[in-house]
C-alpha cells in the first residue's frame, strides 16, 4: 500500500514540473525569453535561407532597340542589352523575347542570335559589356513599331512598344538571372544616319523635311523630290521617312541609277489635298487646290538655292496617295520647275483635271505607277482615266501597272508559300524596290535622262 502511494505521489509531482514547463514557454504577449540554443538554431536557419547563389542573384539591365526600314514600315530587328558586368562567350545563353506591340498585346518573337558585340551591336569576340539578340520579322506583324492614330489618320511611333527580354528556362550561368527593363532606354535606326532633317517656316505654319545629299562632284546631280501619303504628315520628318521606306531613294541601288541624286522628302504639316490648312476634311474632299503650294514652293527654292551641287534642270518630282495629288498640283501650278513627274497610286480624281490641266500634262515627261485592283484610290476615278486622255491626245505615257501588290524580296510568304500580299493600295513597293518597268524601260532610267535643258 505504501508503495502505491509513493509512486501516486511521485506521478502528481511530475505532472506538474511538466505543467509548469509548458507554461513558461507558452507566453501571451511575446515576453518570455528563447533558450539561447534555439535562438543559434533560428540564426543559423535564416542565414542558410539567403546565402546567395550565382543563380538567385537578380542582375540589373538595359537596352537599346534596333530599327529598320521595311516596305510596310519600320520595324524592330535587335535588342542591344548593356550588362552590369562583362561576359564571355561561355556565359551566353538562351533568351525569349515577347513584344508589347502598338495595340498594348502581347506577341512572341522568334530569337535568330545571340552574340557579344560592341555598344552599336557590331559583333565582338571574347568578352563585352554588350550582348546583341537579333529577332526575325515579318510583313505588318512582328517588329512594327508604328500604330496608324485614327483621331488624326496618321502613323506615329506608339508609345506601349517594348521588349521583355528574359533568360530561357532552364540556363544556367552568369547571365541566367539577367533582369531586363523592358523599356529601351534608346532607339536605333541607321537607316536615317545619312539623312539631315529641317524646317522651313512661313506666315502661317512651318513645313518640315529630310534631305539626303550625294558625295561631292564637279558634276551637278539632279534632286528627286518624294511627296508622303496621308499617313505619313505631321511634324516629325522621321516617319515621312519610314513609312514608305522612302529610305530606299538613298540607297546603292537607286542612287546608282542617277549617279548620285539629292533626295527632298517634304512632310505636310496636315493634308496634301485640303484646300485649308487644318480644315478637318484629312484632305478627303479635295477641289483641286491645296493650302501647301505656296509653302512647298518655297521649300524646294530654298533647298534648290541652299545646295549649289543641285542641277535646276533635273528636279523630278513624285509622291505616293495624297502624296500624288500634290505632286500633279505642283505639276500643274510650276510646270517649268519640274523636268518629269511620277506619281503613284495617286489620290488625284480625273473629275478636277480639266483641259489646262491636261495640257499641261501632255508636255511634261510624266509615269504613273498604279495597282489595278487598289480600293483605297480606284484607278477608275483617278489615274487610270486621266492616262486614257492623254493616250487619246498621242501623249505617250508610261505606266506601270500590277494586278496585286506582292513581296518582291522573296523573303516573306503566305502559308501557301506564295510571295507575302500587301494591301492593294501600296503600289508604292514597287517604285522602291526597283521593279517599275515599261518594256525594258525602267522608271529611273527614264528619270535620269531627262532635262528641261
Known sequence: MKIIHRFICLFVWVLFVLCSACSLNSDPVGTTAIPE?????????????????????????????????????????????????????????????????????????????????????????????????????????????????????????????????????????????LLVDPAYTDMMIPDLDVWQTGSF?????????ALFEPEESDTPRPLIIWLHGQGEGGDDPTIALLGNRVTALAEEEIQSAFSGAYVLVPQCPGYWSAARHN??????????????????????????????????????????????????????????????AFPVCAYYPDGLIGSEQLDILSDIPIWYTYCTSDQTVPPAQNSATTIERLKDMGVNVHVSTFEKVLDTTGRYMDYNGDPFEYYDHWAWVYVFNSVCKDKDLTLWEYLESQSNR
Request: hydrophobic letters at 35%; a negative charge.
Open 37 to 177: 540554443t534555439t535562438t543559434v538554431i533560428a540564426e543559423t536557419s535564416a542565414s542558410a535561407s539567403v546565402t546567395p547563389t550565382e543563380t538567385d542573384i537578380q542582375y540589373p539591365a538595359t537596352y537599346r532597340m534596333v530599327v529598320d526600314a521595311f516596305d510596310w514600315g519600320p520595324a524592330s530587328v535587335k535588342a542591344i542589352v548593356t550588362l552590369p558586368e562583362p561576359c564571355r562567350e561561355s556565359d551566353l545563353c538562351g533568351f525569349k523575347v515577347t513584344e508589347t506591340t502598338p495595340d498594348g498585346q502581347m506577341r512572341p518573337r522568334t530569337v535568330t542570335d545571340i552574340y557579344l558585340s560592341d555598344p552599336e551591336g557590331t559583333r565582338v569576340a571574347d568578352e563585352s559589356s554588350y550582348i546583341s539578340i537579333e529577332m526575325a520579322v515579318f510583313p505588318c506583324a512582328e517588329g512594327s513599331v508604328f500604330k496608324y492614330d485614327l483621331t488624326v489618320m496618321r502613323n506615329v511611333y506608339s508609345d506601349k512598344y517594348n521588349l521583355i527580354i528574359e533568360p530561357e528556362s532552364g540556363t544556367k550561368g552568369k547571365l541566367s538571372s
Open 279 to 340: 480644315d478637318g476634311t484629312y484632305g478627303t474632299d479635295p477641289n483641286g487646290t491645296s493650302a501647301y503650294t505656296e509653302q512647298l514652293m518655297g521649300l524646294l527654292e530654298k533647298i534648290v538655292s541652299d545646295n549649289g551641287g543641285i542641277d535646276p534642270d533635273r528636279i523630278y518630282i513624285g509622291g505616293c496617295s495624297m502624296g500624288g495629288y500634290m505632286t500633279l498640283n505642283m505639276v500643274f501650278n510650276y510646270p517649268d520647275f519640274f523636268a518629269a
Open 201 to 209: 517656316s512661313g506666315e502661317d505654319f512651318a513645313m518640315n523635311y
